[in-house]
């Protein structure tokens, strides 16, 4: 087999595998010199077509599944077909204002932004939309709160300065005494407001109750609900959405759609993934076994981050078949990225405007 990277372009040979990639793309069946001769607009024979095909077979882009069949293109073909020969697709006026206008309605929490941003990517693409939100480890503690709501439980409210919000209860030993809750709580906030949650450890933790004296058993509960508000905040969370889509690609024989789907289900493997995928700068395509993970054999990742203050703040991307519409996923990828960036940096400079106040 030639080396790939020694096979002699010529601009017939790039029109041959450009039309066999976006055939097969649109259809998923192979492709056969009848259809290419007609598809070419100069005038060449079959026979041509073929030693054409037979070349960029032997180069290693080109793979005939049945004797009998035409010609599939392999990931050397996707790969060159991406980086040379496609025409990307643009989204219109109207597709732009219909997801700024969308996601401008949540632009009060990061969490359901992301959320619904990886959805409608998901939904308008017919594939599989991932997300991370974005990492708030520098991001300050703003508010706290503690409210009874029950004799013996407490629900506590965390709020940082980039507009994430969280909340949990937690259940006390001992019925609630509504004065010791509030000097809780004051304790809790001229320890910790301001203070960035990379910050908290549980030292701090410690201090606090050390402070308590003997309320200190009563109320340790509160504290520890505190500490995992802190660490959930600060983490940021991998959302997959539309995986069910990928059950409708016939790319997917059973045993590779539920390969596939087992893997997406561990986040923590696809957190690896997309952290390794941020460490590079824009868009990033990752073809087959490109990604290093077996079960994503037959699959692509489109990535790119979205970013706040010209920072890198988190990253949003597409799975889905190899034979995936990279021309219309892409240019949807790279404007959702945009667009969430935006929407953040507004919600970042809202509160900067609010603590000068």
Not at 230 to 257: C, F, I, K, M, W
Not at 289 to 301: N, P, R
Request: net charge negative; glycine share 6%; hydrophobic share 40%.
């Amino acid at each position: 087999m030639k080396e790939v990277s020694r096979l002699q372009w010529n601009e017939r040979r790039r029109k041959i595998l450009a039309a066999i990639v976006d055939a097969y793309i649109e259809t998923g069946e192979p492709v056969g010199s009848k259809f290419l001769t007609d598809k070419l607009d100069e005038e060449v024979s079959s026979a041509t077509v073929r030693n054409e095909m037979a070349e960029l077979a032997a180069a290693g882009f080109l793979e005939q599944p049945h004797t009998s069949a035409g010609r599939i293109p392999t990931a050397p073909a996707f790969r060159f077909y991406i980086d040379n020969l496609m025409k990307q697709d643009s989204l219109t006026d109207e597709d732009r204002e219909n997801i700024d206008s969308t996601l401008r309605r949540l632009s009060d929490s990061p969490d359901r932004l992301m959320e619904e941003a990886s959805r409608i990517l998901a939904t308008s693409t017919g594939y599989a939309a991932v997300t991370t939100t974005p990492d708030q480890r520098s991001s300050a503690i703003r508010r706290i709160e503690l409210m009874p709501i029950s004799s013996h439980k407490v629900a506590m409210l965390l709020v940082t300065d980039s507009g994430v919000l969280r909340n949990r209860s937690c259940r006390l030993p001992e019925e609630i005494r509504l004065e010791e809750l509030d000097q809780v709580a004051q304790l809790i906030r001229m320890r910790f407001l301001n203070v960035p949650l990379s910050h908290v450890c549980l030292a701090d933790i410690q201090e606090v109750l050390d402070t308590m004296g003997k309320a200190a058993e009563r109320y340790s509960p509160v504290l520890a609900t505190f500490y995992g508000l802190v660490q959930e905040s600060a983490d940021s969370e991998v959302l997959l959405t539309g995986q069910l889509n990928l059950l409708q690609h016939p790319d997917y024989a059973p045993e590779r759609a539920k390969s596939l789907l087992t893997f997406l289900a561990q986040r923590e493997q696809l957190a690896d993934m997309l952290q390794q995928s941020a460490s590079s700068e824009g868009l990033r395509i990752l073809l087959g076994s490109e990604s290093d993970k077996q079960e994503l054999g037959d699959s692509s990742i489109i990535t790119t981050q979205y970013t706040t203050g010209g920072l890198a703040r988190g990253t949003i991307g597409l799975i889905g078949p190899m034979r995936m519409d990279y021309a219309s996923a892409i240019p949807k990828v790279e404007y959702f990225a945009k667009a969430v960036g935006r929407i953040l940096s507004d919600m970042l400079d809202e509160d900067k405007g609010d603590e000068q106040s």
